[in-house]
């Protein structure tokens, strides 16, 4: 079945550390994105990347950092310079295509929960 | 981008018709209105979306004032497993730009 696969889906880091946080999608959308969810609040939007080799920065860029090398694969970095990285992690990905109505929904991942320890 | 303004939360019964107001009165000629749905420590799942027309599938119905100033989600047999935050959105009225903005959503608790 497609879909977006975040991994892993608890991670744990010491304070200081760089972790990179994995996202595979196999739906062929050209679109993704991450997004952070802390306790009670909504998401909002770190980075995103519409085609490969090619990303924006979203809302909360500071302290993260990502890469688009492959359509399918959006993994984000949480730098040392995150200064509160402890948050609940979204991946996200849409379609492109344009003219209908119905490709233009986000599919998510189930989300990695980041604790610094 | 045009924001949207969700009561924080609501409580309905189980088995009774469930509806999820929304304000988006700031709405351009064409956004899409989308409602997605989040239940503990998953991701968002997506429910519904239209432009100007009421819209129906399997989950929910969307209805869309004439003006598309406002619309409702309603969920018309509500369980419990329907208990989750439930987003409204409005979608970015740029033709390349995807994001959407999430805010904090409407707390749906479907009680027994």
């Known amino acids: 079945d497609g879909g977006i696969t975040q991994s892993p889906k608890y991670l744990f880091r010491k304070e200081g550390q760089n972790v990179t946080l994995s996202c595979e999608q196999n739906l062929n959308h050209d679109a993704m994105y991450w997004y952070r969810q802390d306790p009670g609040q909504g998401l909002r939007l770190i980075y995103y990347?519409?085609?490969?080799?090619?990303?924006q920065k979203g809302d909360i860029a500071e302290g993260y950092s990502v890469s688009r090398e492959k359509k399918e694969s959006f993994p984000l970095t949480v730098t040392s310079a995150q200064k509160n990285p402890t948050a609940f992690y979204l991946c996200?990905?849409?379609?492109?295509?344009?003219?209908?109505?119905?490709?233009?929904?986000?599919?998510f991942g189930s989300g990695t929960r980041l604790t610094v320890v | 981008d045009a924001k949207t303004t969700q009561p924080t939360s609501m409580d309905c019964a189980e088995g009774r018709a469930a509806n999820l107001p929304c304000n988006h009165s700031t709405i351009s000629g064409n956004e899409y209105v989308y409602w997605y749905r989040q239940i503990h420590s998953q991701g968002p799942q997506y429910i519904i979306h239209g432009l100007k027309n009421n819209e129906t599938n399997e989950m929910a119905s969307l209805i869309i004032t004439e003006d598309r100033k406002s619309s409702t989600l309603i969920l018309p047999h509500a369980t419990l497993r329907d208990t989750a935050v439930y987003y409204c959105?409005?979608?970015?009225?740029?033709?390349?730009?995807?994001?959407?903005?999430f805010g904090a959503g409407t707390t749906v608790t479907v009680r027994a």
């Open positions: 996200a990905s849409t379609s492109r295509r344009t003219g209908t109505l119905t490709n233009y929904g986000y599919t």
């Open positions: 959105i409005v979608r970015p009225n740029r033709s390349n730009d995807y994001k959407l903005s």
């Open positions: 990347s519409q085609i490969v080799n090619d990303f």
